[in-house]
């Protein structure tokens, strides 16, 4: 490997190693499969040359670290991975018939032999998570080639924090998040999660004490996220799985939830408000037709809360909408911090003139002080980034001027005003 910048050379052993191992094509097994852990195989890095230091997308961009790469020593071949949008379309079908067969005989053996047993190709990680004073155990199993969750893959969080890096999903957003509502959950307060996905935030609120009601429409979604439940027995009988209906203002509609096979797996949204619509149904994206509830019309029924900790609503664009069907919710039960993406170009599909974007923005900003956060940040695992005080980000102004901030897509972290 050349390191100009850094003036680092390999050893002499290493570098045979690693010319054996990556010298012409290879296999992401070979060198950087699950049998060698998060890091990559041993042979390939050394303490100064490491998997993060030429690996981590979330400091680097696409591409990884400049001054690592020569003709031998790529990206692709070195980091195992590609800056490309993954292909989602195996990942979805294999997922799918997992589910079929799962619902057949359902048993945690035998999801548990589906999910591994899938082929000479591993799809899924495993990783324990946890961090000593602000975060109890649990295990997260999630899809490798989803975009979102690849950073998973070059470590994990045990034993405290490793190099000064937090390796969580939104790290920033996951350790605020925990600071926050940890003594709340301790009380046996409640989580809402609309948009459960994979089940990272679900499982955080559990392991931090909270009751969770998790809503999440697609079904192969619910299934990893069921197996995920498996996985942690301790944290199962705190969780309620709402499933097959998305969130919104109101209840009884049918709508539709487009998955596309292209980009982050996760993203499946309503209408296909992530994509081109719902144009895309059977050709470039799996689509399915899901009930629609909004929260105030369920919660008396289905969610039983009494002291709300926190609210977390992910659902691509359509976030409007959720919060005009929680508006009672929101009022009455006040949750300590609320996380909401903000995606304005998406909700645009749902919302042409902005109005109730703008209702949404009214009803959070009466109760709570918003901080806008950008995605690198979010994402950025650096310690002293994920651990910078919320003030920094701290918004004042009105809520145009938040949407024109937010530009594209941001989050929105809202604690309650005191």
Same mark, same amino acid.
């Given at each position: 490997m050349k390191f100009a910048a850094a003036s680092l050379v390999l050893p002499i052993s290493a570098a045979a190693d690693s010319v054996d191992c990556l010298a012409g094509p290879i296999a992401y097994s070979k060198c950087f499969g699950p049998s060698f852990g998060p890091g990559g195989n041993p042979k390939c890095f050394n303490e100064k040359i490491t998997f993060n230091f030429c690996c981590n997308f979330y400091w680097w961009g696409a591409g990884g670290n400049p001054a690592c790469w020569d003709e031998l020593h790529t990206y692709g071949r070195c980091c195992g991975t590609t800056s490309h949008a993954p292909n989602n379309a195996r990942l979805v079908k294999k997922m799918e018939e997992m589910y079929k067969a799962w619902k057949a005989t359902p048993t945690f053996h035998n999801l548990h032999m589906l999910w591994l047993s899938i082929g000479r190709h591993k799809l899924f990680a495993t990783r324990r998570i946890h961090v000593p004073q602000l975060i109890p155990a649990f295990y997260y199993m999630f899809p490798m080639e989803d975009h979102d969750q690849q950073h998973l893959l070059l470590d994990f969080i045990t034993q405290g924090v490793h190099d000064k890096d937090f390796m969580a999903l939104e790290p920033r957003v996951t350790y605020q998040l925990a600071r926050r509502m940890r003594q709340c959950c301790r009380q046996g307060g409640h989580f809402l999660d609309v948009g459960g996905n994979f089940g990272w935030y679900t499982l955080l609120a559990a392991a931090l004490g909270c009751e969770v009601d998790s809503f999440e429409p697609v079904p192969w979604f619910v299934a990893l996220l069921e197996y995920n439940l498996a996985l942690n027995t301790h944290l199962a009988s705190r969780i309620r799985l709402h499933t097959h209906r998305i969130v919104g203002a109101g209840t009884g509609e049918r709508r539709t939830v487009v998955v596309p096979f292209r980009g982050v797996l996760g993203?499946?949204?309503?209408?296909?408000?992530?994509?081109?619509?719902?144009?895309?149904?059977?050709?470039?994206?799996?689509?399915?037709?899901?009930?629609?509830?909004?929260?105030?019309?369920?919660?008396?029924?289905?969610?039983?809360?009494?002291?709300?900790? +926190?609210? $977390?609503?992910? !659902?691509?664009?359509?976030? @409007?909408? &959720?919060?005009? +069907?929680? $508006?009672?919710? !929101?009022?009455?039960?006040? @949750?300590? &911090?609320?996380?909401?993406?903000?995606?304005?170009?998406?909700?645009?599909?749902?919302?042409?003139?902005?109005?109730?974007?703008?209702?949404?923005?009214?009803?959070?900003?009466?109760?709570?002080?918003?901080?806008?956060?950008?995605?690198?940040?979010?994402?950025?695992?650096r310690w002293r980034v994920v651990t910078t005080h919320l003030r920094n980000d701290s918004f004042k102004g009105s809520e145009d001027d938040l949407l024109a901030q937010c530009e594209l897509s941001c989050m929105i972290f809202y604690t309650k005003n005191e």
């Open positions: 993203e499946g949204a309503v209408d296909g408000a992530n994509s081109d619509g719902t144009q895309i149904c059977g050709q470039r994206g799996v689509c399915l037709d899901v009930d629609e509830v909004a929260i105030d019309e369920v919660e008396s029924s289905e969610l039983k809360v009494e002291s709300s900790c +926190g609210m $977390k609503v992910d !659902v691509e664009g359509f976030e @409007p909408d &959720v919060f005009e +069907g929680a $508006k009672g919710f !929101v009022t009455s039960k006040r @949750p300590k &911090v609320i996380i909401t993406e903000l995606s304005p170009s998406r909700s645009k599909v749902f919302d042409p003139t902005g109005r109730r974007t703008l209702q949404m923005l009214q009803l959070l900003g009466s109760h709570y002080q918003p901080h806008v956060l950008q995605w690198k940040y979010i994402k950025n695992p």
